[in-house]
């Protein structure tokens, strides 16, 4: 794969390998200015790579290094997501500057360049992530449109297609086993939701990181039926990957 070198001195040292990926858009106007910024020593934010939407890949910091591009964030008990990920920012303006879907080309490149970070590191399907997962409360990127079926259907990634679900759905100020269950499940596939039964604003919240990466027809925080099938099915993928 052909890379664009384009150095970051934003980064520092490893202590473990990198056993995750996490997608990022750029959310800025123009990918000129996004490079600027994950190249700028006073940002103090980079990631390893940069996407544009015609499919160029500029390499900013060796995959041996670690970018600052994830913040606070949280995934299976780790807190420290920089400190084992490879970071990819994917040129998009963003729900702030007129969010739209990734071009063709674009994707292709992001396909092919995990392809090629997975060849040289142990990163499992479950694994490959946004960052809305990993900091639900703060990140919305990449987003709805960010087409996930699709990297997985190219072998990235996790993906399902369960049966419809019947079910009244679980929303925000509601309270009991059923909530418990679903904070159970999402902690189970890698979110910070402890369950504690009270469906509260943090819950609302990875409900819709979870429905942004894997039910983005519907991203409104209540956990219907078809979201909790997603759920329960991605559980039973995640354990069989």
Sequence with gaps: MTYIEAPSPNFDERKV??????????????????LARLRDPEAKVSSHYLV???????????????????????????TDINGRSIGVEIVNPGHEFGYRPFPKAQIAAVIALLADIRSRWMIDDSRVLGHSDVAPERKDDPGELFPWKDLAA???GLWVEPDAAPGLPLKEGEEGAGVFALQAGLTRLG?????????????????RAFQRHWRPEKVDGI?????RARLIALLRAAAGA
């Design 223 to 227: 956990a219907d039926g078809m979201t």
């Design 17 to 34: 390998p990198p056993d995750i990926v996490v997608l990022h858009y750029t959310g800025m106007r123009t990918g000129e200015e996004a």
């Design 52 to 78: 544009e939407e015609d499919g160029r890949v500029f390499r900013l910091v060796p995959e041996e290094r670690r970018a600052w591009h994830a913040g606070r964030s949280f995934w299976k008990g780790e």
């Design 191 to 207: 979110y910070d939701s402890a369950p504690s039964g009270k469906y509260d604003a943090a819950t609302a919240a990875i409900v």
């Design 154 to 156: 190219a072998g990235h």
